[in-house]
C-alpha cells in the first residue's frame, strides 16, 4: 500500500512581512549591543587619547606605553618629543608612545629622585 502526500500550492498562509522581521530583528540586535557596549566606548576612548597627545605641552608629565613616568622637555620634529626620566636622563620617544598624563606625580618626574 502506497501512502500519496500532497502538497499545498499557492501563496504561502501567514504573513510573509512578519516572518522576514523575525528572520532580520535578531542579527539587527546583536549588532546594536555590540555597538553600544563596545563600538561606542572604545571610539570615545581612541578620542580622548587623540586630543590628550594633541594638548601635550612642555612640563607636562606623563606616562609611556612601556610605564615609564617622564616629564616632557622638548618637541621635535616627525612627532618625536624629548622626555626626561630623571635627573640628566633624556630620552627621545614618539609622540604616539605616550598613554596618559598620570594623575599624581612621581619622585622622578618632580626632579627630587636620589
Given at each position: 500500500m502506497e501512502i500519496a502526500y500532497a502538497q499545498q500550492g499557492g501563496a504561502p498562509s501567514g504573513g510573509?512581512?512578519?516572518?522576514?522581521?523575525?528572520?532580520?530583528?535578531?542579527p539587527l540586535l546583536i549588532f546594536l549591543v555590540?555597538?553600544?557596549?563596545?563600538?561606542?566606548?572604545?571610539?570615545?576612548?581612541?578620542?580622548?587619547q587623540k586630543d590628550m597627545i594633541a594638548n601635550?605641552?612642555?612640563?607636562?608629565?606623563?606616562?609611556t606605553t612601556g610605564g615609564l613616568y617622564g616629564t616632557i622637555v622638548k618637541f621635535g620634529?616627525?612627532?618625536?618629543?624629548?622626555?626626561?626620566?630623571?635627573?640628566?636622563?633624556?630620552?627621545?620617544?614618539?609622540?604616539?608612545?605616550i598613554t596618559e598624563k598620570p594623575a599624581g606625580t612621581t619622585e622622578i618626574a618632580k626632579g627630587k629622585g636620589d
Open positions: 510573509g512581512t512578519a516572518g522576514m522581521l523575525a528572520t532580520i530583528l535578531p555590540f555597538y553600544l557596549l563596545m563600538i561606542r566606548p572604545q571610539h570615545k576612548k581612541q578620542q580622548e601635550l605641552k612642555t612640563g607636562d608629565q606623563i606616562v620634529e616627525d612627532n618625536r618629543v624629548k622626555v626626561r626620566i630623571a635627573e640628566n636622563v633624556t630620552v627621545e620617544i614618539a609622540r604616539s608612545a
